[in-house]
């Protein structure tokens, strides 16, 4: 069973960057789908990126494509979402989240209902 922890949440101003990370333990995450999820208030929890466990492909929801990065850091047992140019609907509480399964892939790995492990969340707010 893996632990995830979340941090790198804050205030930024439209246009800054954040560099979430998520933190695993209990297990390593070689060979766990890995998916960044955000749900702001009133709203349904949604997929931001995602890293297969089946390939390593990586894949970001389109709000997000160019502006975000998934990335992983075996050694660290930690995955990151570098967010840059970020916009005021970018403000949310950012999950991670993990499966120890194979995927088929983007639309499996953008569905919460797929994944076991979760993370308590870091809040993430865009203003000036």
């Known amino acids: 069973q893996v632990q995830l922890v979340e941090s790198g949440g804050g205030l930024v101003q439209p246009g800054g960057s954040l560099r979430l990370s998520c933190a695993a333990s209990g297990s390593t995450l070689d060979y766990y789908a890995i998916g960044w999820f955000r749900q702001a208030p009133g709203k349904e929890r949604e997929g931001v990126s995602c890293i297969s466990s089946s390939d390593g492909s990586t894949y970001y929801a389109d709000s997000v494509k160019g502006r975000f990065t998934i990335s992983r850091d075996n050694a660290k047992n930690t995955v990151y979402l570098q967010m840059n140019s970020l916009k005021p609907e970018d403000t949310a509480v950012y999950y991670c989240?993990?499966?120890?399964?194979?995927?088929?892939?983007?639309?499996?790995?953008?569905?919460?209902?797929?994944?076991?492990?979760w993370g308590q969340g870091t809040q993430v707010t865009v203003s000036s």
């Open positions: 989240a993990a499966a120890y399964k194979e995927d088929s892939g983007r639309d499996v790995l953008f569905s919460p209902f797929w994944y076991d492990y």
